[in-house]
């Protein structure tokens, strides 16, 4: 298939790129470069520098090739920056988006799955978040999403294209072969900044809130590994395009850590102890985020291949150190 990935030159965008490079697919990466990085697009896909809402340039890209699929990552994600700031948070993450979809729907391109977020939920302090639990998002970022996840379910049950709604939890690792893994301006996701420290970066690591309903007090995330959740993406567009069907997944692994569990995972994987210091809790945060998975297991054949938390933390901490060399 021909595909369009937006937001290819990220974290997550650049490891799609390259599961559907490995699997045979031709792929076109759409980025601006403000969050992402030109180093983490795979030499194999084409490449074009525009933000999502650049529509004539972007239409250009089209005419030239019938895509058969197009998987959309790019957007703004930091849950406490969009606090500050939420006005450029719907600007970037739903009104941009939403002209790049209609050129999506105007060219025809019939599958399209969209990364969503755990982050539309209301926090659930017992039990596993299922698909169809309440939504309350707990921040601007969370209500981007959301948003747009209603407009795309509106268009694809007029019969736009197939759709996949995909609900991450906490992203974390690195490609196995070292080939792409986090690489930021400003560090915001934990086991960055773990691996961080863990190579000389950080002198310091600071968690904040140790005041949760949780039994350390400390906050509790479901981590899944970054190579697993693109796997999760491949198999949910063969899926949507060989069933013509619409499919809304969590995407994690069922089971939550807290961030005292993470940080002794990462003391002993590393041999070094965390020196970290507690601070009061970041607006939009919540005490406990675990994906219940039975829709993915029922809907998927997918058989993840790194969900032991000593795999993500290690991928992670080798990454840290090939970008420091």
Known sequence: MKILVTGGAGYIGSHMALNLLDTGHSVTVIDDLSNGNKELIPKEADFLHAQVGDIRKIEREIDLKKYDAAIHFAAKISVEESTQDPISYFKNNVLQSIEFIELCVKHQIKNFIFSSTAAIYKSKELGNIKEDDIKKPNSPYGLSKLALEDFLIELSQKGAFN???????????????????????????????????????????????????????????????????????????????????????????????????????????????????????????????????????????????????????????????????
């Open 163 to 325: 759709l996949g709604i995909l609900r991450y939890f906490n992203v974390a690792g690195a490609d196995p072969f070292k080939r792409s893994g986090q690489i930021s301006k400003v560090s915001t996701h934990l086991l960055k900044i773990l691996a961080e420290y863990v190579v000389g970066k950080r002198k310091k690591v600071f968690v904040y809130g140790d005041d949760y309903v949780t039994e350390d007090g400390t906050g509790i995330r479901d981590y899944i590994h970054v190579s697993d959740l693109v796997d999760i993406h491949s198999l949910t567009l063969d899926k949507i395009r060989e069933d013509s069907t619409n499919l809304i997944l969590n995407c994690g692994y069922g089971r939550g850590f807290s961030v005292l569990e993470i940080i002794k995972a990462f003391e002993q994987i590393a041999g070094k102890k965390v020196n970290f210091e507690v601070k009061r809790r970041r607006p939009g945060d919540v005490s406990r985020l675990v994906a219940d998975i039975t829709l993915l297991s029922k809907n998927l054949s997918w058989n993840p291949k790194y969900s032991h938390i000593e795999n993500i933390i290690s991928d992670a901490i080798e990454w840290e150190k090939k970008i420091s060399d």
